[in-house]
C-alpha cells in the first residue's frame, strides 16, 4: 500500500496522502471511474482525450467520472503548487488518465494535483500559498 485516504477537513473532505516514500516521477496511478457522455461536469469528472461517434455520426464529449466508483486517484485534491501531474497517454486504443508524482513524497504527505481553470469557473477558491 503506496496511498491511503484519509479526512483532510470537513470543508475539503478526503485526501489521499502516501503511505511510504515515493520518488519523483513515480506513476501513482490511472485515474478510474465510469465513461460517461453526459455533459453534467462534476467535482470527479475529467475529459476523456478521445473523439468516438454515436450512431448519427456526432462526435460525442465522453468523461471519467469517478463520482460513484473509481479508485484511490479519485482522493487526490487540488493545489496550486502540486506535487504530481495528470498525464495523458494511450494504452490499447484507449486514452489513459494517469498521476504521475513531479517531486518526491514523503510519507504522510498530501498527494495533489492541479485541476485546471476550468474546474474553477463556477466554484470559489481561496488563494494558496506556497
Known sequence: RRVYAALCSPEMGYGAFADVYIPAWTVIGEYTGIITDKSA???YAWIYHSTPK??????????VNARTCGNMTRFLNHSDYPNCSVIHVPYKNRWRTLYLTNSKILPDQELTVYYGEIYWKDRSKTEEIP
Open 54 to 63: 454515436d450512431a448519427a455520426g456526432n462526435q460525442l464529449k465522453l468523461r
Open 41 to 43: 461536469n462534476t467535482d
